[in-house]
């Protein structure tokens, strides 16, 4: 019986020594490609935010979408030469695609050191069709230059926009109480290009300031935003 045991145990080492490199192969693949996803993931975000960045400026500027796409590569760590930027002016698009070199760790055991990670994404802007979330303010149409201040809301002095007229618009029916909602929340409305909105007839400087003073009490943050330092 002693005989039969020693037998048995014979054959379950050796058993054992012949399967464990299937299992440590198994483990390789299991602990290696979650890695490689893990890495995959990461770049198709930092790629996504990089064509992101980059096709705000596509159209205008695209010196400065390039820049652009290779700040937000550098923040999140990669580098210029890991990726491929493709600026399109005429299309107003951006296109990164980062190719990074990823090691194997347990997969070494099986024959593989390195992998060539990659991801792909573009961005396109296009014009606004549609917005909600509006404040009901208006400004007369113009060619606006970027970086040139408008005046929002006018004085009860100003006659810049015609008599009544002082940049308040009545979304949703109109009246003070309503304006004062929409100026501190948004309008809930969809307002699409194209749309014709009526005024709000009157200066109502007082809902004007309760509102604004309601959104400027919202910035909580140490030191808060000002009107010459903000990020929003």
Do not use: W
Request: a negative charge; proline letters at 3%; one cysteine or more.
């Amino acid at each position: 019986m002693l005989k039969f045991f020693k037998k048995e145990e014979g054959v379950a080492l050796i058993l054992f020594a012949l399967t464990l490199p299937v299992i440590l192969g198994c483990a390789a693949l299991v602990v290696d490609f979650g890695v490689q996803y893990g890495t995959k993931v990461r770049l198709q975000n930092i790629a996504q935010a990089a064509a992101l960045a980059a096709a705000q400026d596509a159209g205008a500027d695209p010196a400065a979408a390039y820049q652009s796409a290779v700040e937000y590569l550098n923040l999140n760590g990669v580098e210029e030469h890991e990726a491929h930027i493709d600026i399109s002016q005429a299309e107003g698009s951006a296109r990164v695609t980062i190719t990074k070199e990823s090691d194997y760790y347990f997969a070494r055991i099986l024959g593989f050191k390195k992998a060539d990670i990659s991801a792909d994404a573009k961005a396109v802007s296009v014009g606004l069709s549609s917005v909600t979330g509006a404040a009901p303010l208006g400004i007369l149409f113009e060619d606006f230059e970027y970086g040139q201040k408008y005046r929002l809301k006018c004085g009860s002095t100003s006659d810049e926009y015609g008599p009544g007229n002082f940049g308040a618009l009545g979304l949703g029916g109109g009246g003070a109480n309503t304006y004062r909602e929409n100026l501190r929340y948004g309008y809930t409305g969809e307002l699409k290009v194209g749309d014709v909105v009526d005024i709000e007839s009157g200066n109502i400087s007082g809902p004007t300031s309760e509102a604004i003073r309601y959104r400027l009490n919202q910035d909580n943050r140490i030191p808060p935003n000002t009107f010459d330092d903000h990020d929003r």
